[in-house]
């Protein structure tokens, strides 16, 4: 790790000149047995030279980016290539922004770049708010002087969003409806008509919590598909937080904690998907409680600026660099493989369809606060 670092800090930003490029292309694309076995393989083929462009692309790769000319990607990088939100950050381009650090394919060419072959998952969102998963290989390939990178790709995203679901959905409906079935056997030994109003409360908030779930999932697959629909009305920020909090603390993640509206809130009407609205500032609010301890508070506000909105959820918990560095991947999550929806489903919804914009700040001193700005 220490020498990955240390590599990754002496990337150098400069690129070849276009006619350098174009003599570096030739030598692959004029190889007529080179390019019938690249367009043969049902993996995306890309050929970088030492600078990490791209000089070379099979059909697949053109395909899946919807180019059409290997010309369109010539000398950019793949973070470039991809639209990869972290790709223009900084001058040097893809490679070169604090994010770059824990990216598998940068991570995956620089092992190559040392001599070997390196294998390593990538986790992508484009500028559109497409989450991609890529398996990537780099193999080092050694001609007329130059080092160059066999860089091959597998679209994997299909396979983690299957993985995702059967992990993540299937996980909190059976723990939800494994509450429930437990709760039914307690209602045979009930014996006073306060036990049997306290169990049937805590079996309808199980089953709303069930229902919340699956209509979770379901919207964000249709999200994802470009399939969801959005229904503008009016909502006023007090009773969505209002709601917000009721529905919470009575959870068990709440457990121990306070769920507070800023004191003094101003009460503000705006015009958005409510139901979007609350799924978001939701998942902030559950996140927030997940990461904090027993005596924690979390607080929900929001304040008008320059004819926009934007919503709080603040929490005292500090998120670690290095995990910052991943929030809004798809398939990131400090809860374990295969649970890191919440924070990605937040920035598809909140940018794709309520057309905002989703933030955050973490320190140790302020602790960390999400924002969603509309």
Do not use: W
């Amino acid at each position: 790790m220490i020498n990955q670092r240390k590599e990754f800090r002496q990337l150098a930003p400069e690129r070849v000149s276009y006619e350098v490029l174009e003599e570096q292309s030739k030598i692959f694309s004029e190889n007529e047995i080179l390019n019938t076995l690249a367009d043969s393989l049902s993996q995306m083929l890309v050929v970088l030279n030492p600078e990490r462009q791209i000089v070379f692309a099979n059909k697949l790769f053109l395909q899946f980016l919807r180019k059409k000319e290997l010309k369109s990607v010539l000398g950019q990088r793949p973070g470039e290539a991809t639209d990869c939100i972290y790709s223009d950050l900084v001058k040097g381009g893809c490679g070169h922004s604090e994010f770059c650090r824990t990216c598998g394919a940068v991570n995956s060419i620089l092992e190559s770049q040392i001599g070997e072959q390196s294998v390593k998952e990538c986790n992508i969102l484009n500028k559109k708010n497409e989450a991609l998963d890529l398996r990537i290989t780099s193999t080092p390939y050694k001609y007329a002087g130059n080092a160059f990178t066999i860089f091959s790709i597998n679209d994997v995203s299909d396979e983690k969003r299957r993985q995702n679901l059967e992990r993540l959905f299937f996980h909190d409906v059976l723990n939800s409806a494994g509450g429930i079935l437990d709760l039914t056997n307690l209602l045979n030994e009930v014996q006073s008509q306060d036990e049997m109003t306290e169990i049937t409360e805590i079996l309808k908030r199980a089953a709303d919590n069930m229902v919340y779930e699956i209509s979770s999932q379901r919207q964000l697959l249709a999200a994802e598909r470009g399939e969801l629909k959005v229904t503008v009305s009016e909502a006023d920020i007090l009773s969505v937080f209002s709601g917000l909090k009721n529905t919470y603390e009575r959870q068990e993640i709440a457990s121990g904690k306070k769920i507070r509206i800023k004191k003094s809130q101003k009460n503000y009407i705006l015009k958005t998907d409510s139901a979007l609205l609350r799924r978001i500032l939701g998942n902030m609010l559950k996140n927030a409680l997940e990461a904090s301890l027993p005596d924690s508070e979390i607080v929900l506000s929001c304040e008008k600026k320059n004819n926009k909105i934007q919503f709080s959820v603040h929490n005292n918990n500090f998120i670690a660099p290095d995990i910052q560095l991943q929030i809004f991947k798809r398939s990131f999550s400090t809860k374990g493989k295969g649970r890191g929806l919440g924070t990605y489903s937040m920035k598809l919804l909140g940018e794709k369809y309520l057309g905002g914009k989703v933030s955050f700040k973490s320190s140790q001193k302020d602790g960390t606060t999400f924002y969603l700005e509309v």
